[in-house]
């Protein structure tokens, strides 16, 4: 299907500063019908994007996005199934691909001037239907990263944790000087590292990251780490597998990297040993969030004047703390069909991350509901 750079409209996920100016009816009409011209070419797009009776039918690309299918929860949301999420938010990627083919494109060995291992960083929450008009005005300033003619990559991290959560515990109670420990699997190279990411008390991240080969892949986290950290940690074990695509900017100019994840998926992994098998099973949720995008802005020092920034203000767009790790944790024990909150966790620190997480979400859907007349399309 051909689908052309229809311009999404922006979604303000801050609050405006400044009260609009009245318009004058020739502008309320200029831009009635610049509306009315949106949604035509809009429903033109739909038209030739139909969804398949047969939910065994539905097949896209072979990624993340395929193998998590029957992990979206929220499938009553808007009025909206599962099948017409997913297929609406791979319509958004594939736009956004499309935009990213006119960036200039940089290698890993060109990146890896600007790995940025000790940082300070920034994330932003938005609907996946923002994508195409951000890369549209990041594209003369940046670059993409591209292997193997690929630009997207698919991610595979475990995170590992005590049985009383003492990583997790640390992030909710706002301690400095704390730790992520997880192994991470580049699926498209089969690489795997063990990373020790550290979050200082100047608000910086530090990460060490080893390469695992041979028989170090299939060890003890416990044995890798003890030589690496001099016994720094109690026993850990598998809590959680965060699984995602990413694309990676790099600043032309400036020592500047921007990570885009989409279709997240968590999978709990529950190893306590105090849990019956009763209460794990009930707290054990497989969660898929396609229609949300994690933005993470990395810089050797705080820059306030690079173009993302200043297309970050444009949008509105607030600064959140968006662990996956802890997120992930909080999002596989609770059932999102309830609304409600987990009570087999503490995450006091995260309501505000989740109350975000839920309006991009309905961002999302409304945005959907307004550009699409749903009965059009072939269901």
């Known amino acids: 299907m051909a689908v052309g750079n229809i311009k999404a409209k922006y979604i303000f996920l801050g609050e405006k500063n400044k009260a609009e100016t009245k318009k004058s009816q020739a502008d309320i009409n200029l831009e009635l019908k610049a509306a009315s011209d949106y949604l035509i070419a809009i429903k033109q797009v739909f038209s030739g994007y139909e969804i398949p009776v047969k939910k065994d039918s539905l097949k896209f690309t072979p990624t993340v996005m395929e193998s998590n299918m029957m992990n979206v929860n929220a499938a009553h949301v808007k009025g909206f199934d599962k099948d017409e999420i997913l297929a609406l938010s791979e319509c958004h990627l594939e ?22 291992m000790d940082r300070v960083d920034r994330k932003f929450l938005i609907p996946v239907s923002l994508l195409t008009d951000m890369f549209s005005e990041l594209s ?5 990263l591209s292997e193997n003619q690929k630009k997207i990559f698919e991610y595979k991290t475990h995170y590992f944790d005590s049985e009383q959560d ?25 690489k ?28 003890n986290i416990n044995s890798l780490l003890t030589p690496l950290t001099d016994h720094l940690f109690p026993p850990l074990y598998k809590k959680l597998l965060v699984k995602y695509e990413r694309f990676t900017l790099k600043h032309k100019r400036e020592t500047e990297r921007i990570t885009i994840d989409v279709n997240l998926a968590f999978e709990p992994i529950e190893q306590a040993h105090h849990l019956s098998d009763a209460t794990a099973s009930k707290l054990s949720q497989s969660r898929y969030l396609p229609e949300i995008a994690i933005i993470e802005l990395k810089q050797e020092n705080h820059q306030r004047k690079t173009e993302f920034e200043q297309l970050a203000k444009k949008y509105a767009l607030r600064e959140m703390d968006f662990s996956k790790y802890c997120m992930g944790r ?23 991350s989740l109350l975000m997480l839920k309006q991009v979400r309905e961002s999302f859907y409304t945005q959907q509901e307004q550009l699409v007349d749903k009965d059009s399309i072939n269901i």
């Open 330 to 352: 909080i999002l596989t024990q609770v059932d999102e069909n309830q609304n409600c909150f987990p009570e087999q966790i503490k995450y006091n620190r995260f309501k505000t």
């Open 95 to 116: 736009n956004s691909k499309k935009i990213l083919n006119c960036f200039k494109t940089h290698s890993l060995f060109e990146q890896s001037g600007a790995a940025l």
């Open 192 to 219: 795997t590292f063990l990373e020790v990411k550290q979050k200082t008390n100047h608000f910086r991240t530090q990460k060490n990251r080893y390469l695992l080969s041979g028989e170090f892949k299939s060890r």
């Open 166 to 190: 003492l990583l997790y515990l640390q992030h909710q109670n706002g301690l400095l000087n704390r730790y992520k420990i997880r192994t991470r699997e580049y699926v498209s190279s089969g």
């Open 140 to 144: 003369p300033f940046y670059s993409v």
